[in-house]
Structure formats: C-alpha cells, structure tokens
C-alpha cells in the first residue's frame, strides 16, 4: 500500500485545515486570496501593455484593489478590450470575496452571540464573589450578597452550573428581582471541569461558594469540585477561600483533607440539629439568630481597633454605643466569644461585635458613660422545672438533638420519642446527663393518634422529616401536613408551646408560614445565610460553631430583673455593666408585650442603642452571651 498522498488530498486536507481555523483564520485567507489576485491581474496588465496611460505598477495595484472593493468603479473604466477584461476579471473576483467574507462574518458574528447566550466567556472581574453549583439555595445567597455589598464598589457575583445561562437568569431575575448595585453574571459549564473552572477567574476571586446539589447524594459531587478548584489554582498569590456545605458526616473527614486551610467545611446536618436543640428551649432564640445570619438588620463584625489598646474587655464593652461588642479575636489566633471580663486587649487584636454595617463599627468617644449604679439589681437566676419535650419523626440528626438537649436541660427532663418505624429505625442515645427519653411507634402525620398524644402537656415540640428513607419533597409533605395538624390541635385547645419545625426545601417553608417567635422553621435557608456570612469573612465559621457548641458561651435570654431594677427606665450601658459584673456580655432584649407582634419583630431587640432608655417588666428578658 503506498504511502505517498495525491495532491489532491493534500489540497483537500489543507483546505479543510483553513477552514476549520475559525472567522478570523477565514479572513485571513481571504485577504491573502484578494492580495494574490491582485498582483497576478495587475502584474497581467503591466507585462500586456493594455492599461491606458502607461499607469505604473503601484497605480495599477491600487485600480485593482479598488475594483474589488467596489464593483461599480468598473463603470468608470476606458481602454481597449483586453484591459476592460482585465478589471472585470477582478471585479467578479472581488464580488466573490467579499460576498464570502460578509458570509463569514455573519457567522462568526452568531457563533459569538450563541456562545455569549450559552455562557461560555470568561468572567473579568476582581473580588467578586463565585458560586459553583445551583439549587434553591442560590436564591438566598443572592439576595444576602445584595445586602451586604450595598456599600461596596460595582459588585459581582458569578454563578457557574450545568445549566442554561438563560435559563438561570431568567429563575433569579424572577425570585430575586432587586440585586441593588450587586451585577450577577452567569456561566454554563461544569464545575468539576478545572476547565471550565479558569472562566470564572478564582485567582481574582474573593471567595468561593460550593452549593449541594438537589441530589440525593451531593456529596461526592461537592469534593470533586474542591479538587477541581485546587487544580485550577496551583499558580495563585493567595490561597483560595473555599466554603463547602457537606451533608453525610461520613464525608466530612475527606472535604477537610481535600480543602485543607483553604476551606471551610460545613456540616449542614450537625448545624441544624444545634440550633433546633437550642431554638427550642428558648423562646425568641430563633429570631435572634436570625437578625444575626441575615444581612437584614445586624451582623457580626470583626475589627481592629488601635484606640483600645491597653484597656479590658469590660471597658470596650460601653466604648461603642450603636454597637454591641461580643468577643475578641487576638492576631493569628481563633475568636473568643465572652472572654474574661479583665482580658486586655493588645495590639493587632480584633474587637467581634454586632452591628448594622462593617462601617458603623465606630467609637463612641466617649471614655465616661452614664451609668445608673443605683438600679444594677443581681436577682438569683433559677434554672427552671423539668421540661416535658415531645420529639416526632426521626432522621441522623436526632440523636444529636437529644445530646444537645441533654447538655442544656434542667435535671429530670423528659423526651417522648413518636416515629413511624415503616420510614425510620430511632435509636436514641441512652445514658443522658439531665433527659429521661422514651419512645413509642406511630404514624406521626395521623390526626387521631397526634389528638391522643396531648400535646397540651409538654413544653416543646420538635417536628422531624423522614430525610433518611424518603426524598426531599415526600419528608417535608409528610412535616407539612404534621405541622397542620399540631397547630390546628394547639389553636383548638388554647395551648402555648414552642414548636420546632425541619423541612430541607426551602420552597416548602414558604408554604408553611411562621405563626410567632415560638414556631419556628428550621430549613436549607439557614444554611444558605450561614454560607453567605463565611463567605465575607472566614473567621466567622469557628465563631458561630462556638456560638452553637454547648461548650463556652451561647446566646440566652434571662429576665431582665436578674440585672437591673424594673421600677424605673434605665439606659443600655447599666445593663451592660451589670451583666459584665456577672461575667456575661448582653447584647439586646426581649420585650414580653410584643413577643406576638411580628412587626416588633416579636419584641427581640438585638443592638440597641446604649443611651435609650427602656422601662423594663418582670416578664422581659435580656439576651447575654454566657456560659451557663
């Protein structure tokens, strides 16, 4: 067989070759074909002697090239046959050319436009914050990115997913319509391609949001994306700031060796089972978390501030009067939330508190603050009866609800355990410090058995979905209809208690609207505001898991007459000094008369204003982080 190629492949070959190089290949060849027909025409004409005049050479050139561009300078044309042959020849040419190039460039021009609307192109932006993934969540975080960045300079925030450009833009435009001066662009691609990953520019990044697919297992997906990103980064000045929501805590383990110190890994179930244990006993903790994740009122800020060097925690604490200071974090170290009262705080420490904006963490000036000694009251603090719980449904993280339960619970508390053992097999932890559990079988959505429970008789109620055996959708159905029943149980008899709700979409607690401070819904959307605080700052991942561990100091409300005298109006700087007396930091109060108006936000003020003074009742609480 011969192995020599005709030349007619060749030619073949090479012009499929041309052809395949793309618009600008294409006009580079046309314009290479135009320069050759040019010469050989005009070289024609010279050696013929048929132009008229005896024109030069360079003349002759530039006649032909006019010809080509424009067919109607022929028209112009004198001379003999042979030279009128001649530019039609090259204007026939010229006709062909630039017909093929307005071709090629009108292709090209749709090709761009299709690559454009499928979202290929490489994002240009720096400090902007990337979301690799899509699902509910996605919505959440957009709209909190919007809030946060209100003060900031042409921010962006861009989303890569194996999904449509248009389609995703269409969805936010839809359930988030005002993005403020926050631009979001979208890209189609795979984030698990490192690939397609360089459009999105992480090296520019100022952070990186890895979201959990709708799957039934997302994980691995999730680990697979921060590979992809550790590839795509090698070359980086600065290490890439990863947040990662994992959901098996089998697969937490391998997200930490994969991420390493770049990211910070969140274990969504271990979340939600804290802040259902702790929502639960408290009432009015729920919306306090809220004003704290959200971007909606007031959050948590760290900075430094030279002016303090020197002088106590306790001192800093009345420093700020639009500002509720809560820890500090000391240079190269992890925060400390309620550290001791007499810790001074050094250079390149960090004050931690809560307010409206990072730009409203502002001093006071004033070293002196008017403090009403005279009505600073230290009335003992009692725990409180035993607790009667009912606990409904079952998944992975009840037993770690009962284990937090037991760390905060009064001595002779009791849970009764309710699951359906068709969809769950409940094994609660035994050998609690301060809980008594028991448990029973049932279908938990069925009305005559949840009638038969009386419910009027326990304190709290935690509703679980079955997210172990059934898919998202199916659990939560099974929650909402639950739900119903217990509420319309509970307005029935005149009942009061707090109820603890679990539903993983976040569309499905939309449905389920919040009836006051004590029913309370806990779903993916908290989730979603915690990704997108860790996002703006890394430190606060180990804080608020601190503020979620039993272990060191939590928030809790405690009432009001433990701190000061209710018989007269005082200012927030004597509550304040009277709470760092008992090594306690409060940061706001729970009004008792508006804790069923949701527009008082259900009587919870978080951050007051130091100088405003409040007329305090027996039955109003103020919130402290403590340790106990």
């Known amino acids: 067989m011969s192995s020599r190629f005709s030349r007619k492949d060749r030619f073949r070959y090479a012009f499929d070759t041309m052809m395949s190089r793309g618009t600008a290949g294409l006009i580079i060849w046309l314009g290479m074909l ?131 450009k248009i389609e995703m833009e269409d969805e936010i435009r839809n359930k988030v319509p005002d993005t403020a001066n926050t631009r979001v662009v979208c890209r ?94 408290q009432s009015g903790l729920s919306v306090i978390y809220q004003e704290l994740l959200d971007y909606d009122g007031d959050e948590i800020y760290f900075q430094e501030e030279p002016l303090l060097t020197g002088i106590s925690y306790r001192e800093a604490l009345l420093r700020y009067e639009t500002s509720s200071v809560i820890g500090l974090k000391a240079e190269g170290k992890q925060p400390v939330l309620n550290p001791p009262m007499n810790t001074v705080i050094k250079e390149g420490d960090s004050i931690i508190a809560v307010s409206e904006d990072d730009d409203t963490v502002v001093l006071s000036g004033k070293t002196a603050v008017n403090t009403d000694m005279e009505s600073i009251f230290h009335a003992a603090y009692e725990s409180g009866e035993p607790d009667r719980i009912i606990m409904l449904g079952w998944n992975w993280r009840a037993s770690i609800i009962i284990k937090e339960l037991s760390s905060y619970l009064p001595a002779g508390s009791s849970l009764t355990l309710v699951a359906d053992h068709s969809l769950c097999s409940p094994e609660p932890p035994v050998d609690l410090r301060n809980l008594t559990v028991t448990s029973m079988q049932g279908d938990t959505s069925d009305r005559r058995l949840l009638e038969n429970l009386s419910i009027q008789q326990y304190n709290h109620i935690i509703l679980l979905s079955y997210s172990d055996s059934l898919d998202v959708q199916s659990a939560d159905a099974l929650t909402l209809m639950t739900l119903l029943h217990i509420r319309d149980i509970a307005d029935k008899l005149g009942s009061h208690f707090s109820l603890i709700s679990e539903m993983r979409d976040v569309r499905n607690r939309n449905l389920a609207e919040i009836s006051g401070a004590d029913d309370y819904i806990v779903s993916d959307q908290l989730l979603s505001l915690l990704l997108t605080q860790i996002s703006e700052n890394k430190d606060l991942s180990s804080l608020f898991w601190d503020l979620f561990d039993p272990e060191g100091s939590e928030i809790y409300l405690k009432p009001a007459r433990r701190y000061v005298s209710c018989a007269k109006p005082v200012n927030f700087y004597t509550v304040v000094t009277s709470a760092s007396e008992l090594g306690e930091t409060a940061i706001g109060y729970r009004i008792n008369a508006h804790r069923s108006n949701p527009d008082r936000g259900y009587g919870v003020v978080v951050n007051p204003d130091k100088s405003e003074k409040v007329m305090y009742s027996k039955e109003d609480m103020i919130i402290v982080l403590a340790e106990d």
């Open 34 to 164: 135009s320069a050759v027909l040019i010469l050989i025409f005009s070289t024609i004409v010279l050696l013929t002697g048929i132009a008229p005049e005896n024109q030069s050479f360079p003349t002759l050139l530039w006649m032909s090239l006019m010809r080509t561009m424009d067919p109607g300078t022929i028209g112009g044309d004198q001379g003999g046959a042979g030279f009128l042959l001649s530019m039609l020849l090259v204007t026939f040419s010229g006709i062909f050319i630039f017909s093929t190039l307005i071709g090629i460039l009108t292709t090209g021009l749709e090709a761009r436009l299709e690559s454009l609307r499928k979202g290929r192109s490489r994002v240009v932006e720096t400090g902007h914050t990337v979301i690799l993934g899509w699902s509910q969540q996605v919505f959440t975080i957009i709209s909190e990115l919007s809030i946060a960045n209100e003060n900031q300079k042409n921010p962006c925030v861009a989303i890569m997913a194996d999904k449509d």
């Open 188 to 281: 189609t691609g795979k984030p698990v391609e490192p690939g397609d990953l360089e459009l999105m520019s992480l090296h520019t990044s100022k952070s990186i949001i890895i979201l959990s697919s709708d799957s039934d297992n997302p994980d691995p997906e999730v680990i697979k994306i921060m590979l992809a990103i550790n590839t795509s980064s090698k070359l980086r000045e600065n290490p890439v700031h990863m947040v990662a929501l994992i959901n098996n805590p089998d697969n937490i383990q391998v997200a930490k060796i994969v991420g390493g110190d770049q990211a910070e890994v969140i274990l969504a179930g271990d979340i939600i089972a804290r802040m259902v244990a702790q929502t639960c006993l």
